[in-house]
């Protein structure tokens, strides 16, 4: 892929960066960059599917390792692997179809009716079975691609006229069915704010307090939605140290005419009595249910399930991450600078490294993130429409392939 390479290292250097930052953008420019690297990538004769698989593999080893705390570039790589294989499966299972089934008959043969290639109907029904079946132990062991062995024994059965031809027309139809589901994808990413939006006035009522802590676009646009339904709310708006993003988000918010209130983020356990509603965005929402979130929220879900107010993450489906909290690939926090809490001038005389032990006398810790279980919230809001904890992993197996989780190439041999 001499093409793409300089636009794969440029992407992977601003990761690397931080040049590029939310999850919505770093999203959409890594499916816009994998659309790339499917277009130019030069397909072979034979198992083209598997050998697209690993390029976006190869692409994308090099992307998540960039920037591995930002889980939106995985998600993304992963959908992409799954689109090739539904791809790939629907393009064999319409193959099928075209081929004419044949009853043969002792007393009639009309040979001249059709002069497409004939399958029996006894070849035809063992290739479905075939389909349908689990690999092989053999298969498994011999580590052969299923999607290999079975087109091998499909290809075994038919003529072997016009091989060449279908075998150009197949691989042209997989690359652009794959790069039009790719374009798909990314209109899914871009319209993820208007589809969870829409669903603002199901859940805002008239007179409502709402909570939220720091600042989100999703939970930004979905208020904005309410508001522009005639909706009288308030707002109040913890102001998410040490960024305090949520002072930008309390000005967004009046300047559309919402009623906000800027609270402390240690002032959230005496202010949720008065809430109706939490309703926070996240950064990832993993295979459990349990979000990773801004710092400190972990805090509000815990006050929201003392006062039995509902907790309720609005967040895109890009955001669905098919791991688990405990898995190695999952780097859950990121340590930013500590000039963010105090400043150094003010604590120099604290920096003392001549010390008896070599340290210093004073340790900053300023994390990013923040973990909250799947037991302390009480809905997602995401564009497929509000889904319980409990329902994600089906949410999951619907975008992703389960041996797609470790973004690996497999091996040649």
């Known amino acids: 892929m001499p093409d793409v390479q300089p636009l794969v290292s440029d992407f992977v250097l601003k990761l690397k960066r931080r040049k590029v930052e939310g999850s919505h953008a770093v999203a959409?420019?890594?499916?816009?960059?994998?659309?790339?690297?499917?277009?130019?990538?030069?397909?072979?004769?034979?198992?083209?599917?598997?050998?697209?698989?690993?390029?976006?593999r190869a692409v994308g080893e090099h992307l998540i390792a960039a920037n591995p705390i930002e889980l939106a570039v995985g998600n993304i790589v992963r959908r992409v692997l799954?689109?090739?294989?539904?791809?790939?499966?629907?393009?064999?299972?319409?193959?099928?179809?075209?081929?004419?089934?044949?009853?043969?008959?002792?007393?009639?043969?009309?040979?001249?009716?059709d002069d497409r290639p004939t399958l029996s109907a006894a070849v035809l029904a063992s290739h479905a079975r075939n389909t349908l079946r689990a690999p092989s132990l053999q298969t498994l062991l011999d580590d052969i691609p299923?999607?290999?062995?079975?087109?091998?024994?499909?290809?075994?059965?038919?003529?072997?006229?016009?091989?060449?031809?279908?075998?150009?027309?197949?691989?042209?139809?997989?690359?652009h069915d794959v790069i039009a589901a790719i374009g798909d994808l990314i209109e899914e990413i871009d319209t993820c704010y208007d589809q969870i939006s829409e669903q603002a006035v199901e859940l805002i009522h008239q007179n409502e307090v709402i909570l939220t802590l720091g600042r989100s676009r999703t939970v930004k646009e979905f208020l904005y939605a309410a508001k522009e339904k005639k909706r009288s709310f308030r707002v109040f708006v913890a102001e998410g140290a040490p960024r305090y993003q949520g002072h930008v988000l309390a000005k967004e918010l009046v300047e559309k005419g919402v009623q906000t209130t800027v609270i402390t983020d240690s002032a959230v356990f005496a202010m949720i009595s008065r809430v109706n509603m939490v309703i926070v965005g996240a950064h990832a929402i993993m295979a459990n249910g349990g979000v990773i979130a801004p710092i400190g929220m972990n805090m509000v879900a815990l006050a929201a399930q003392r006062h039995a107010v509902p907790f309720v993450v609005v967040a895109g489906s890009h955001k669905l991450c098919p791991l688990y909290p405990h898995n190695p690939e999952v780097l859950l926090?990121?340590?930013?600078?500590?000039?963010?809490?105090?400043?150094?001038?003010?604590?120099?005389?604290?920096?003392?490294?001549?010390?008896?032990?070599?340290?210093?006398?004073?340790?900053?810790?300023?994390?990013?993130?923040?973990?909250?279980?799947?037991?302390?919230?009480?809905?997602?809001?995401?564009?497929?429409?509000?889904?319980?904890?409990s329902y994600i992993y089906r949410l999951i197996s619907e975008y992703y392939s389960a041996d797609d989780l470790g973004v690996r190439r497999m091996s040649s041999s």
């Open 28 to 56: 959409r420019q890594t499916a816009e960059l994998l659309r790339s690297v499917v277009s130019q990538h030069r397909m072979g004769n034979t198992n083209q599917a598997a050998a697209l698989a690993d390029a976006i």
């Open 82 to 113: 799954h689109i090739i294989k539904e791809e790939d499966i629907s393009s064999t299972a319409v193959g099928i179809e075209g081929l004419s089934v044949t009853a043969v008959s002792d007393d009639e043969y009309d040979s001249g009716n």
């Open 146 to 175: 299923v999607s290999t062995a079975l087109s091998h024994s499909a290809s075994s059965a038919g003529d072997s006229d016009g091989k060449t031809g279908d075998k150009s027309l197949k691989t042209r139809k997989l690359k």
């Open 333 to 389: 926090n990121e340590l930013k600078s500590p000039s963010d809490l105090l400043d150094f001038g003010e604590f120099s005389n604290c920096m003392n490294f001549s010390t008896q032990d070599g340290t210093p006398l004073l340790d900053v810790v300023n994390p990013t993130f923040d973990y909250v279980p799947p037991k302390l919230v009480s809905l997602f809001v995401t564009d497929s429409g509000g889904h319980s904890p």
